[in-house]
Nanobody, 117 residues
């Protein structure tokens, strides 16, 4: 059974930092492309940062220079370090694991991030 479990969300003031974690089980983690997505109320889910199984991380323009994605293939964990948070970063953040060979996608349950002004 595949599980992606996010943690680390919460309430923070603008300018603050949070680190999200996503622990994966039931998949060969190192073979999956991992992404952090977010969805704000009334908006579509958007890709925030990605850490491919091979290659370099990529970021949405809105978070470049503020967010950093990293993965630990030995521990099956991916992190999203979020600095200089803004109220517009408020959303539910989801972890996604994409198998580039089978094209299957797996999702976590999401973690709420709220940034107050």
């Amino acid at each position: 059974q595949v599980q992606l479990v996010e943690s680390g969300g919460g309430l923070v003031r603008a300018g603050g930092s949070l680190r999200l974690s996503c622990a994966a089980s039931g998949i060969i983690f190192r073979l999956h492309d991992i992404g952090w997505y977010r969805q704000a109320p009334g908006k579509q889910r958007e890709l925030v940062a990605s850490a491919p199984s091979a290659g370099t991380p990529d970021y949405a323009d809105s978070v470049k220079g503020r967010f950093t994605i990293s993965r630990d293939n030995a521990l099956n964990i991916v992190y999203l370090q979020m600095n200089s948070l803004k109220p517009e970063d408020t959303a539910v953040y989801y972890c996604n694991a994409h198998n580039p060979f089978t094209t299957r996608d797996y999702w976590g349950q999401g973690t709420q991030v709220t940034v107050s002004s």
